[in-house]
């Protein structure tokens, strides 16, 4: 936690901190003799009892001074903290006295119209459910508007700009499944943005939110717009002085960075999760690095030059599946006077290098396969008849053949086992029990692959 004095400089400075109407970008300055570094972690859910717990378990792990060296130490949250406008506030709090600065960018949870401050009314729609949210940063210190982190000669100059957005169903390119390969769902009932967000401001005869699973571009558009003043402001500076580009938002902007229908049990997922638009704006803005939420599957790769990354927390559930390397690893070490290495990241590992992807294959994978069936027993016959029921898969639960190292690399205690792999690059909840790295499998293409690219 920051001590006295470090507290006693930020609340001097809580007055610098803009509101989103501001179209400038705020400059930070390292303190000299401090190394900067930027923590991420994203879709923390703390609505969750224990990921508030896990949470606080990281924090604990946080110091400032280690070894001598002293630390400048940021916190980017590309949206999705919670819904309550008091947990907000209290959990922003705790961040913003465990972290020197913190930046964050809303995600669609913030934007339910539920979950008022208590003695207030309800949100009459979610753009004043965001400006409450919003206003909450402003008074608290954290930033929602670009930054430019001067951090002196060593570290260099790093712009923070956050990028809002919202999905649109037409984001979604990937061909659907065959219809008899698709579950009964009504995605008009199953996603809860369609009964928690309200945009009656913004609506007009084509504007369409939900209706039959569908959403326009309106709000992907009303969100964009308000990124472009930001947008000329960072490359106008970037042009003259130099500096590299760190953006952030919740949504996906790129096709390549979700999971195939083959591979997931709810096909209407694409339609939910990115903008076209955003990724117009990241091409042009070009950054280092773009940062994004909201899937909750963890990525890191490298597309066209821009590195994506993804950390995401989750719910429960996803913390015992899709999200447990950072479950157990916790937070990402995202910069410490220098960009982090690629972080292992299974599916970014399996399209990388192991197989390309294949939108439109109706080859569903064995764990979706075998779930519809159990799932959704009329939808047998379909899978049967397309030969997708016969083979027995290699593990317990029919996914590790898509693991990289097979049932080896996928057994009970791996991810565990290898929560400290990256320890260099993490702010671990405290009490993880680090393990020797490598681990004694000479073929673990984790170990391989961290290896190599701490080499890089």
Known sequence: MLDFDELEEIESQLRQVPDVTCDEVTDVKVPLGHQLRIFLISDLHVDYKQNKEWMNRCLQSLSHD?????FFDCLLLPGDLCTSEDLFEEVMTTLTTAFHKVFFCFGNHEAWT?????????????????????????????????????????????????????????WDTEPDLPADLQPPMDP??????FRMCCWTPLESSDFVF????????????????RNEAWIQKVLELQALEGGEILSYSHFCPRQ?????KRFTYDQHVPKISGSQL?????????????VFGHTHVGWDTSLDGIRYVHWPLGNIKEQHGQTKMQHYSGFLLLYDSGWSPLQFTHWAYF????????????????????????????????????????????????????????????????????????????LPPKGLELAAFPCENPGCLLCNFTQDQEGK
């Open 278 to 290: 955003l990724e117009e704006q990241i091409r042009r803005l070009h950054p280092t690095c773009h």
């Open 114 to 170: 539920r979950g008022e401050k208590k003695g207030t009314s309800p949100a009459k729609d979610s753009l004043e459910k965001l400006e409450r949210i919003h206003e909450i940063c402003r008074n608290l210190g954290v930033y929602t508007t670009p930054v430019r982190i001067l951090a002196g000669k060593k570290n260099g100059t790093i712009f923070l700009l956050p990028l809002w957005s919202w999905y649109h169903s037409s």
């Open 188 to 193: 008009q009932q199953r996603v809860s943005d």
């Open 351 to 426: 399209h990388d290098f192991m197989e390309k992807r294949q939108e439109g294959s109706a080859d569903l994978a064995p764990w979706v396969s075998f779930g519809y069936a159990t799932m959704y027993p009329e939808m047998r016959q379909a899978l049967e008849s397309r030969h997708l029921l016969q083979a027995k898969v290699d593990g317990p639960d029919g996914m590790s053949p898509f693991f990289p190292g097979g049932a080896l690399n996928n057994n009970g205690g791996f991810w565990l086992r290898h929560a400290s792999a990256n320890v260099r690059w993490r």
């Open 256 to 260: 390549e960075l979700i999971l195939e």
């Open 210 to 225: 939900g209706r039959g699973g569908a959403t326009s571009l309106h709000l992907a558009q009303y969100f964009a717009q």
């Open 66 to 70: 280690v070894d001598g060296n002293k």
